[in-house]
């Protein structure tokens, strides 16, 4: 069954342009403002951090969280949007510099996983049961610093913790290699579902696979998705693009190796990505050097370079494709698909 696409982003995809090395060059925009463009740039759903969702979260109480939280539930629900998932930002505050669950401080690892369990209440009050973990800071600068086998073992408990805390909720582990960290404990697919598997409940324990983050790993993104898919745990992507080994560049999807994306829709369309309500995120940044009058135009052009790759592969001839493959003859298969490509 071919697939069925909805869009989705984060509030932190319209940005200021601010990198290590330079400060903002465009004004902030409120999220509110950022709400209104969702619908006009052709996206239905909302991906956040539960301070995006929340802000201060930290300060306050569980009723003020759940309040606030009703207060997004009803911008959404104006503005025609959903809630895909809520992901507790555990990379900022002075308490998970070492990390979150993988931390040496006793106090710090308790705090990373009640600010997960909020995460969830957001979720809750949002309609979302996904929560996304990107475990940014859980790996080290030097390997010396921490037990890698008991880091994992922290981490499972934390999602065991979550698991029990909410019978229906469902967690997305966002893998990537390295940075922040110089080395991450669940770099690449494969590990966050062997995570899944010695977890308390690995039927709610999937994956989102963010393209540039396989790049990075050294792997091909489709492939990353299908592995997923292989064990129905690709429950969300992060499409974007990334050239080459550097830093994480969170580029247009296609806008670098156009033949890598096209292989990314081939796999989720023929797989029937969407089916069950998955949505299809960008995690895309504009560069630094757009104006801020035009500087949403990167989702847009995502999301039209994903559409018109949908085309290209909703347009081949599988029993073409079939017959070539039966004859070993590759060399055709390639010309053929690049043909397609450049619309010829
Ligand atoms: C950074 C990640 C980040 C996450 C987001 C959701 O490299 O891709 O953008 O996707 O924080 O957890
Ligand atoms: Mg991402």
């Known amino acids: 069954m071919p697939g069925t696409f909805r869009f989705s982003f984060g509030p932190w995809n319209i940005h200021e342009g601010a990198d290590p090395f330079g400060p903002p060059v465009r004004p902030g925009m409120p999220f509110t403002q950022k709400l209104a463009l969702y619908k006009k740039l052709g996206f239905d759903g909302v991906q956040l951090h539960d301070d995006d969702a929340v802000p201060n979260l930290n300060e306050l109480s569980g009723a003020q969280i759940e309040r606030s939280a009703a207060g997004l539930r009803r911008t959404l629900d104006d503005e025609g949007l959903v809630a895909e998932f809520v992901a507790p930002r555990l990379w900022e505050d002075p308490r998970t510099i070492d990390g979150g669950f993988t931390s040496n401080d006793e106090n710090n690892r308790r705090y990373a996983i009640e600010r997960s369990l909020k995460a969830i209440d957001i979720a809750n009050v949002l309609g979302t049961k996904k929560i996304v973990l990107w475990p940014a800071r859980e790996g080290t600068y030097i390997r010396e610093s921490k037990d890698a ?119 989720l369309d023929r797989n029937g990505y969407g089916n069950n309500g998955e949505f299809v995120g960008m995690d895309v940044k504009a560069m630094r050097t757009q104006r801020a009058e035009e500087a949403t135009q990167h989702l847009a052009n995502s999301r039209e370079i994903f559409l018109a790759l949908l085309a290209v592969v909703r347009s081949l001839d599988t029993a073409r494709i079939d017959q070539l493959i039966a004859q070993r003859n590759y060399e055709q298969l390639e010309i053929e698909i690049i043909r397609a490509l450049m619309g010829r």
Do not use: C
């Open 149 to 267: 086998r008991l880091a994992v073992e922290r981490i499972l408990e934390a999602v065991n913790r979550m698991l029990a805390y909410d019978p229906e909720i469902l967690i997305l582990i966002e893998p990537k290699p390295n940075e922040p960290m110089d080395q991450a404990y669940l770099p690449t697919v494969g590990h966050a579902i062997g995570l899944a598997y010695l977890s308390d409940d690995p039927s709610r324990v999937g994956a989102l696979i963010e393209s540039a983050h396989a790049i990075l790993a050294g792997l091909d993104p489709s492939d990353e998705m299908s592995y997923a898919l292989a064990h129905k745990k690709l429950w969300s992507v992060h499409l974007n693009d990334q050239n080459g080994l550097k830093y994480d560049q969170d580029k247009s999807f296609g806008s670098v190796d156009l033949r890598r994306a096209f292989m990314q829709v081939w796999v």
